[in-house]
């Protein structure tokens, strides 16, 4: 995996030394990652941007906010996730694959913590759980 560190690897580390809040950005491939201090980058559409994407490239990637606590998961499953017609297949997928690449990635940065998804992004949840409407 490419990981990127904006501005640059030695303001990450050194965030991350300090338990500072990360924005992360991971590509839905687990190919590329991005990662910034979280008052550096402000947000992840920003953060993308500045690490020379488009920022319509947004929804090629899962979303993150990190720190030693635990990684808090942006989760929005885009219309067009891997084409699959059915809402609730694709959220589906989409939660089963944003597991195991943001597990991965965190793996890897040596952060062993766990994945939460706050409760203003639940709602697809309800999708799951059949509590909703295709």
Not at 19 to 45: C, G, K, N, R, Y
Not at 97 to 116: E, K
Request: aromatic residues 12%.
């Amino acid at each position: 995996m490419n990981i990127i560190k904006y501005p640059s690897s030695e303001e990450v580390n050194k965030a991350m030394a300090a338990d500072e809040p990360l924005l992360v950005l991971i590509s839905f491939d687990s190919q590329t990652a991005i990662m910034s201090q979280i008052d550096e980058a402000v947000e992840h559409h920003i953060l993308l941007m500045n690490a020379g994407f488009k920022d319509t490239d947004i929804d090629k990637f899962f979303r993150i906010i990190l720190d030693k606590s635990g990684a808090d998961w942006t989760f929005i499953c885009p219309p067009d996730y891997k084409n699959i017609p059915f809402k609730d297949k694709r959220i589906e997928a989409f939660y089963k694959d944003g597991f195991a690449v943001i597990s991965d990635f965190l793996h890897s940065i040596g952060y062993l913590v766990g994945i939460n998804i706050p409760r203003r992004y639940r709602r697809h949840m309800d999708v799951l759980s059949g509590d909703s409407y295709k």
